[in-house]
């Protein structure tokens, strides 16, 4: 199925239901899986540390507050006007305006689905110095490929884990530490419930269409979509 035109991926994020919940972070896990992800890092004063799609730019606090040098990026302008003010660009993560080798740390939470991985994965490569670190998380699936999604969000790029580990390795990274944080993307899916009394109920109050919201629902049930968090390093 193709995406649906009439809802694009920046609407879906600045929905009413997507960000009364989900808030300044706009992802599962929110600011308790960014500081796992900060602890694993073991994030220094003065490193140099890029938020891949930071959205409002909830992590370039949690950053500034370890003493680190975060840079935001993000292709939302709507976002960025939320984020702090000076710390980021708008630019497309696939394509980072960076030089090689300049970053200690990349942080990258539930964007690296929405965008052309293969490009990305070898970008971050390019821009972090050698022994530098990639923190990423986003959704994977744990059933069928998820390729009925009727909206472009990051579960509709998902894939298992086994692929998600291919790409990081192909890229030259060699992986760290592969986590599974399921149980907050549960938490998040029983909020939407809570609120809306169903996931169709969420998903029809995001797209305005019973239909779409159906095709949703059926994607969700065969992907049966889980939430990783993966650290890995530069050669």
């Keep these: 199925m193709k995406w649906n035109n009439c809802l ?6 600045t929905s009413t239901p997507v960000r009364a919940f989900l ?4 992802r599962p896990g929110g600011t308790e899986l960014t500081k796992r992800l900060l602890e694993l890092a073991a994030v220094r004063p003065g ?3 890029l938020d891949a799609g ?3 730019g909830a992590t370039l606090i949690l950053l500034e507050k370890l003493g680190a040098r975060g840079i935001g990026l993000d292709m939302n302008a709507a976002f960025l006007r939320e984020a702090p003010e000076g710390r980021v660009v708008r630019a497309d993560v696939s394509h980072l305006p960076l030089s090689p080798a300049s970053l200690d740390l990349i ?8 965008t052309d991985k293969a490009r990305s994965m070898a ?11 990639l923190a990423l998380s986003d959704i994977f699936t744990r059933g069928e490929k998820n390729e009925a999604w009727p909206v472009r969000c990051c579960f509709a790029q ?8 291919e790409h990081v390795v192909e890229a030259g990274f060699t992986l760290d530490l ?24 969420f998903w029809q109050a995001v797209t305005g269409d019973a239909d779409l919201a159906q095709a949703a629902c059926r994607a969700a049930h065969a992907a049966r979509p889980g939430l990783f968090l993966l650290m890995a390093r530069r050669s």
């Design 178 to 201: 592969l986590e599974d944080h399921s149980p907050l993307l549960a938490r998040t899916a029983a909020e939407f419930v809570f609120r809306h009394g169903s996931l169709h109920g």
């Design 47 to 49: 490193n140099t540390v």
């Design 54 to 56: 930071c959205g409002c």
């Design 8 to 13: 694009r991926t920046n609407e879906l994020y």
């Design 158 to 165: 998902a894939t298992d884990l086994g692929t998600v580990v």
């Design 123 to 133: 970008e971050f490569f390019r821009v972090l110095r050698p022994g530098g670190l």
């Design 23 to 26: 808030g300044q972070t706009l």
């Design 107 to 114: 942080i990258c939470e539930c964007a690296w689905n929405l």
